[in-house]
Antibody
Framework: QVQLQESGPGLVKPSETLSLTCTVSGGSISSYYWSWIRQPPGKGLEWIGYIYYSGSTNYNPSLKSRVTISVDTSKNQFSLKLSSVTAADTAVYYC?????????????WGRGTLVTVSS | DIQMTQSPSSLSASVGDRVTITCRASQSISSYLNWYQQKPGKAPKLLIYAASSLQSGVPSRFSGSGSGTDFTLTISSLQPEDFATYYCQQSYSTWTTFGPGTKVDIK
């Protein structure tokens, strides 16, 4: 069955760019939407944005100026870049398969990866 | 932004209890409301989509209802594995938002 796995540095310095990759295994990245969602320690969930396999994107307006999500169909991967990070960006970052119809929801999640922003 | 609230923020219940969690939107979202369960240290899991549709593989003791601004998640008979935090998510707008969560723990 389809599985998602996040990877990337667990520690990022303030003002630098956070970069994460989600690898999709057991199925093709094509024909689906893929999201990034984060959760600060002990807090709730915040959607960051999604990408369609064709490359079209939709971002959370509160993060849009700092976020880039891209897809590499040849590697079955999609990626997140978040620039100019601060301590407020410390969170567990999840990638998720996103079903988009008239409704849209996250029906398969990766295990998440903790990213700490600290000097 | 569409703001989501949940009540209660936490509750204590016993195995076998009927549990109801409420989610309210700051404006009408039709039936564009989804529910997730999250256990400590784990990723969220989709339970209900489109307000009342049960995700494949989710036990039938979970049910969802509502439309417009008010929604409920009901667990008909609480099981030991159901102790977790539950989040609602609206997908009416172009960008989605989650409720703050309801933690269900053991009485």
């Amino acid at each position: 069955q389809v599985q998602l796995q996040e990877s990337g540095p667990g520690l990022v310095k303030p003002s630098e760019t956070l970069s994460l990759t989600c690898t999709v295994s057991g199925g093709s990245i094509s024909s689906y939407y893929w999201s990034w969602i984060r959760q600060p320690p002990g807090k709730g969930l915040e959607w960051i944005g999604y990408i369609y396999y064709s490359g079209s994107t939709n971002y959370n307006p509160s993060l849009k100026s700092r976020v880039t999500i891209s897809v590499d169909t040849s590697k079955n991967q999609f990626s997140l870049k978040l620039s100019s990070v601060t301590a407020a960006d410390t969170a567990v970052y999840y990638c998720a398969k996103t079903t988009v119809t008239t409704d849209w929801y996250f029906d398969l999640w990766g295990r998440g990866t903790l990213v700490t922003v600290s000097s | 932004d569409i703001q989501m609230t949940q009540s209660p923020s936490s509750l204590s219940a016993s195995v076998g209890d009927r549990v109801t969690i409420t989610c309210r939107a700051s404006q009408s979202i039709s039936s564009y409301l989804n529910w997730y369960q999250q256990k400590p240290g784990k990723a969220p899991k989709l339970l209900i989509y489109a307000a009342s549709s049960l995700q494949s593989g989710v036990p039938s003791r979970f049910s969802g209802s509502g439309s417009g601004t008010d929604f409920t998640l009901t667990i008909s008979s609480l099981q030991p594995e159901d102790f977790a935090t539950y989040y609602c998510q609206q997908s009416y707008s172009t960008w989605t938002t989650f409720g703050p969560g309801t933690k269900v723990d053991i009485k």
